[in-house]
């Protein structure tokens, strides 16, 4: 942790007890409080802070996740990047990104840029790797109904609820697909998802996705799939169980797929811009990694 001077308050640990302030800090940025998302993070990840001299609240928030083997991790995700707006333009999320950076030595980092926050990341070292587009909208079936059957996938596609016997299977191809062990994440997804749900050809499980409460939408992710017709399915039946519309970052390789969800409802709402530090591009099958859990944690 950076070695404050006598005039900057110091950086500290968050933990799930400031759920609250880190809620209040997204609301002053103007973003939604995403009070369930923040629980997530700040206990599988480690979030940080720095409390606003005024004595109101927090000045600013980053949190890191990692992945990999415990205790010697083999890529940090950033997220929740944050400075309370009267704090603005002050050099308080370059000081919060120097520690990110400082923290992680050797390494790898990686983080969903807005358009807002990617001018730092640059000057910091960060490189542009890909992009994500968030979309967002009711998810229509009807529109889905075609050749390929109500769920919109080939028949030999099933989808059904995961159960725990299911966990072991997602565990192992989540790490196939993600490129490390994140086991700490995805053994949270069953208290942390309203529906999860596995994808199913000839006995073995070949795609997963988790649809999560985030203030009025339900967000898909992580979505795992071996291929665009599976990615489909797993959306189409999260879809068919939820009333609010579906939220999810669709890495912009997945062109079928992006086509396939504005046919059906949902709508573009921002691009974010995946970025690096300290390694060419993310480990893993891109080609089988549709959707982030969210993009704050990757
Ligand atoms: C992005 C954010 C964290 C930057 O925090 P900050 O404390 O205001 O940033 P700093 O004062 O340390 O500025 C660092 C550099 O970022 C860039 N920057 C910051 N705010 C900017 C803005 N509104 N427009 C353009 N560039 C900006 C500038 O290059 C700036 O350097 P400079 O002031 O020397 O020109 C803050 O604007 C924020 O909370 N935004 C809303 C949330 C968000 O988008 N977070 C990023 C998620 S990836």
Same mark, same amino acid.
């Given at each position: 942790?950076?070695?404050?001077?006598? =005039?900057?308050?110091?950086? *500290?640990?968050? #933990?799930?007890? +400031? /759920?609250?302030?880190?809620?209040? !800090?997204?609301?002053?940025?103007?973003?939604?409080?995403?009070?369930?998302?923040?629980?997530?993070?700040?206990?599988?990840?480690?979030?940080?802070?720095?409390?606003?001299?005024?004595?109101?609240?927090?000045?600013?928030?980053?949190?890191?996740?990692?992945?990999?083997?415990?205790?010697?991790?083999?890529?940090?995700?950033?997220?929740?990047?944050?400075v309370?707006?009267?704090?603005?333009?002050?050099?308080?999320?370059?000081?919060?990104?120097?520690?990110?950076?400082?923290?992680?030595?050797?390494?790898?980092?990686?983080?969903?840029?807005?358009?807002?926050?990617?001018?730092?990341?640059?000057?910091?070292g960060?490189?542009?790797?890909?992009?994500?587009?968030?979309?967002?909208?009711?998810?229509?079936?009807?529109?889905?109904?075609?050749?390929?059957?109500?769920?919109g996938?080939? =028949?030999?596609?099933?989808? *059904?609820?995961? #159960?725990?016997? +299911? /966990?072991?299977?997602?565990?192992? !191809?989540?790490?196939?697909?993600?490129?490390?062990?994140?086991?700490?994440?995805?053994?949270?997804?069953?208290?942390?998802?309203?529906?999860?749900?596995?994808?199913?050809?000839?006995?073995e499980?070949?795609?997963y996705?988790?649809a999560?409460?985030?203030?009025?939408?339900?967000?898909?992710?992580?979505?795992?799939?071996?291929?665009?017709?599976?990615?489909?399915?797993?959306?189409?039946?999260?879809?068919?169980?939820?009333?609010?519309?579906?939220?999810?970052?669709?890495?912009?390789?997945?062109?079928?797929?992006?086509?396939?969800v504005?046919?059906?409802?949902?709508?573009?709402?921002?691009?974010?811009?995946?970025?690096?530090?300290?390694?060419?591009?993310?480990?893993?099958?891109?080609?089988?990694r549709?959707?982030?859990?969210?993009?704050?944690?990757?």
């Open positions: 942790m950076s070695t404050p001077s006598l =005039s900057a308050p110091p950086i *500290r640990r968050l #933990t799930p007890r +400031d /759920l609250q302030l880190c809620a209040d !800090l997204s609301e002053d940025r103007g973003w939604p409080r995403e009070e369930h998302k923040w629980g997530l993070l700040l206990s599988a990840g480690t979030g940080y802070g720095i409390d606003a001299p005024d004595g109101n609240g927090l000045m600013g928030a980053y949190v890191v996740t990692q992945y990999g083997p415990p205790g010697r991790p083999a890529l940090t995700a950033i997220g929740m990047v944050l309370a707006e009267r704090y603005a333009r002050q050099g308080v999320g370059r000081r919060l990104m120097r520690n990110a950076v400082d923290e992680a030595g050797h390494t790898p980092l990686t983080l969903h840029a807005t358009p807002n926050g990617r001018p730092l990341y640059e000057q910091l960060f490189e542009v790797i890909g992009r994500a587009e968030m979309v967002q909208g009711h998810f229509t079936p009807a529109k889905a109904l075609g050749a390929r059957g109500a769920q996938a080939p =028949s030999e596609v099933t989808t *059904r609820p995961a #159960t725990a016997e +299911d /966990l072991i299977s997602i565990l192992r !191809l989540d790490t196939e697909v993600f490129g490390h062990d994140r086991m700490h994440v995805i053994t949270r997804l069953p208290a942390f998802t309203d529906q999860l749900r596995v994808a199913e050809a000839d006995g499980i070949v795609g996705a988790g999560w409460p985030n203030m009025a939408t339900h967000v898909v992710g992580p979505l795992v799939a071996r291929d665009t017709e599976t990615a489909k399915a797993l959306i189409a039946s999260l879809g068919a169980g939820t009333d609010r519309p579906l939220r999810t970052d669709i890495d912009v390789r997945h062109e079928e797929l992006l086509a396939w504005k046919q059906n409802g949902l709508e573009s709402v921002a691009f974010n811009t995946v970025m690096a530090y300290g390694v060419p591009e993310l480990p893993g099958d891109w080609t089988r549709f959707a982030p859990l969210t993009v704050a944690a990757g």
